[in-house]
T-cell receptor, first 115, second 112 residues
Framework: SQTIHQWPATLVQPVGSPLSLECTVE??????LYWYRQAAGRGLQLLFY??????ISSEVPQNLSASRPQDRQFILSSKKLLLSDSGFYLC??????????????FGEGSRLTVL | GENVEQHPSTLSVQEGDSAVIKCTYS??????FPWYKQELGKGPQLIID?????GEKKDQRIAVTLNKTAKHFSLHITETQPEDSAVYFC???????????FGSGTRLQVQP
């Protein structure tokens, strides 16, 4: 069976510090990978998605970046955090299905507080 | 990009009553309509989905209906129970159709 691991679960960082959130998927090959952000009491905002190693699509221009160094590893980074970067970050994966969206399987999330 | 609007933002019902949440979308080419449930502090989980070739799908106490002409779809929960209390999200294909664009969420509270 497939599993998704996301860490760290919680993070408190000062403004201007760097960020690295990591996500790995097990039990499947060549998954589509996603990063979403959820602000307090708000919906899910798509940040990045990837359909293959080194292939990253950005949905929202901001000071965050994503990388996919291995098939089942997805990393969300920032060089300098802003207060507005606080939120609940969710990694997700889906089966490769060409150009058709399908079920997303979410990780447990990483709660980031920027002070 | 795809726009999806979800209503209501909060919903409180008595245990045993029904709950209905509605979403409207803008892209008439959308063909996949899932609903997700998010419990506190966790990631969302798919509870039911429907493709555009059918108008309704049921799974025990939950159902989704789709009106492609009006571009809206709804989640129906019957005989609600306290464990149904959560935040529910609708979604439609966005992000080049390989990702999902989510609605703003509905916080459902089932009063025992």
């Amino acid at each position: 069976s497939q599993t998704i691991h996301q860490w760290p679960a919680t993070l408190v960082q000062p403004v201007g510090s760097p960020l690295s959130l990591e996500c790995t998927v097990e039990g499947t090959s060549n998954p589509n990978l996603y990063w979403y952000r959820q602000a307090a009491g708000r919906g899910l905002q798509l940040l990045f998605y990837s359909v293959g190693i080194g292939q990253i699509s950005s949905e929202v221009p901001q000071n965050l970046s994503a990388s996919r160094p291995q098939d089942r590893q997805f990393i969300l980074s920032s060089k300098k955090l802003l207060l507005s970067d606080s939120g609940f970050y969710l990694c997700a994966w889906s089966f490769t299905s060409g150009s058709v969206a399908g079920e997303l399987f979410f990780g447990e999330g990483s709660r980031l507080t920027v002070l | 990009g795809e726009n999806v609007e979800q209503h209501p933002s909060t919903l409180s019902v008595q245990e045993g009553d029904s709950a209905v949440i509605k979403c409207t979308y803008s892209d008439s080419a959308s063909n996949y309509f899932p609903w997700y449930k998010q419990e506190l502090g966790k990631g969302p989980q798919l509870i039911i989905d429907i493709r555009s070739n059918v108008g309704e799908k049921k799974d025990q106490r939950i159902a989704v209906t789709l009106n492609k002409t009006a571009k809206h779809f709804s989640l129906h929960i019957t005989e609600t129970q306290p464990e149904d209390s959560a935040v529910y999200f609708c979604a439609v294909p966005g992000g080049g159709r390989r990702a999902l664009t989510f609605g703003s969420g509905t916080r459902l509270q089932v009063q025992p």
